[in-house]
């Protein structure tokens, strides 16, 4: 069965803190890997991957893939209490590219 | 319009009504999903379109739901006869390529109809 499982579950931090979230998968007919950001409403789109140890970066965001392992890693720097959300890692499955989902991280940064 | 719209955002009903959920995804996207999010947990695949045509159904739960797309753009997600383990967040979402591989399969989500089955 295919399964995608995100570490920690939640996770407080303080401003300015480090932190790295981690999914690892076991999806068969895997197409890519793909993080999302929720907060009360819509997931937004943070990052695909399709390529092992190519890293992504969009400010103090980034992302690595490693297809040999099955994980990937999301890291956030100098944290801000705006990036307090759910993080959702998704693998896209099969001809029709559904994703499947991970339970999500919960991330709290305070002040 | 700019993103993914979805109506209503909240619906509540009586166990045993219909409901009907619908979804407007970006212009020009080919494919549309819906996923059921259940409190505290990631979302769940429903079914995917690729314009009109249902190519998978395989995650909706029972044969009380039921989707469609005729027009290829608007999609609606119906619920006949609900019952509380129904309650959740449904969200839809489209993306402009046929697959999840490349960046044309990304896909973007709209804000979800929180349902509510009392």
């Known amino acids: 069965e295919d399964k995608v499982v995100q570490s920690p579950l939640s996770l407080v931090v303080h401003e300015g803190d480090t932190v790295t979230l981690n999914c690892s998968y076991e999806?068969?007919?895997?197409?890519?890997l793909l993080w999302y950001k929720q907060e009360k409403k819509a997931p937004t789109f943070l990052f695909m991957l399709?390529?092992?140890?190519i890293e992504k970066k969009s400010g103090r965001l980034s992302s690595i893939l490693d297809k040999k392992e099955l994980f990937s890693i999301l890291n956030i720097t100098a944290t801000q209490t705006g990036d307090s959300a759910v993080y959702l890692c998704a693998v896209g499955s099969g001809n029709t590219g559904k994703l499947i989902f991970g339970q999500g991280t919960t991330l709290q940064v305070k002040p | 319009g700019a993103g993914v719209s979805q109506s209503p955002r909240y619906k509540v009903a009586k166990r045993g009504q219909d409901v009907a959920l619908r979804c407007d995804p970006i212009?020009?996207?080919?494919?549309l999903f819906w996923y059921q999010q259940a409190l505290g947990q990631g979302p769940e695949f429903l079914t995917y379109?690729?314009?009109?045509?249902?190519?998978?159904k395989s995650g909706l739960p029972s044969d009380r739901f039921f989707a469609e797309r005729p027009e290829g753009s608007v999609s609606t997600l119906k619920i006949q006869r609900t019952q509380q383990e129904d309650s959740a967040v449904y969200l839809c979402?489209?993306?402009?390529?046929?697959?999840?591989?490349?960046?044309?399969?990304?896909?973007?989500f709209g804000p979800g109809t929180r349902l509510l089955v009392l």
């Open positions: 999806v068969t007919n895997f197409r890519s």
């Open positions: 379109f690729q314009n009109e045509a249902q190519l998978d």
């Open positions: 979402a489209s993306s402009f390529g046929q697959t999840s591989g490349g960046r044309s399969g990304t896909q973007y």
């Open positions: 399709t390529s092992s140890g």
């Open positions: 212009s020009g996207h080919v494919s």
